[in-house]
């Protein structure tokens, strides 16, 4: 999604409308978002090794059991180097208060 309609740059989501993709980025839908201030390692092809691989897969179920069954404030804060739109993305019961 290239064009982000104001009423729509901060949403509260519940994780289960959330697909983790990595340790370091959700999808929303077909919308990939990178997390600010996470930089985990890089899952399958972009790894340079193995033990670079297990990390990534570590780094993406420990993003999985954070978000757990909770809702999840976005709000988009433009794009990053990559293109996908990047996200301080916070995970909470009730009011927003836990930063993943």
Same mark, same amino acid.
């Given at each position: 999604?290239? %064009? @982000?309609?104001?009423?729509?740059?901060?949403?509260?989501?519940?994780?289960?409308?959330?697909?983790?993709?990595?340790?370091?980025?959700? =999808?929303?839908?077909?919308? $990939? @978002?990178?997390? @600010?201030?996470?930089? #985990?390692?890089?899952?399958?092809?972009?790894?340079?090794?193995?033990?670079? $691989?297990?990390?990534?897969?570590?780094?993406?179920?420990?993003?999985? &059991?954070? @978000?757990?069954?909770?809702?999840?404030?976005? &709000?988009?804060?433009?794009?990053? =180097? %990559?293109?996908?739109? $990047?996200?301080?993305?916070? #995970?909470? /019961? /009730?009011?927003?208060? /836990? $930063?993943?």
């Amino acid at each position: 999604m290239d %064009y @982000i309609p104001a009423a729509e740059v901060q949403i509260i989501v519940p994780a289960a409308e959330v697909r983790v993709v990595d340790g370091d980025t959700i =999808r929303l839908g077909v919308e $990939r @978002i990178r997390l @600010i201030d996470i930089d #985990a390692p890089e899952m399958a092809s972009g790894a340079c090794c193995d033990a670079e $691989r297990n990390l990534a897969e570590l780094a993406k179920e420990k993003l999985t &059991e954070i @978000i757990g069954d909770q809702r999840l404030e976005i &709000e988009r804060q433009g794009k990053d =180097r %990559y293109g996908p739109p $990047r996200s301080p993305t916070f #995970a909470s /019961a /009730a009011p927003t208060s /836990a $930063r993943c």
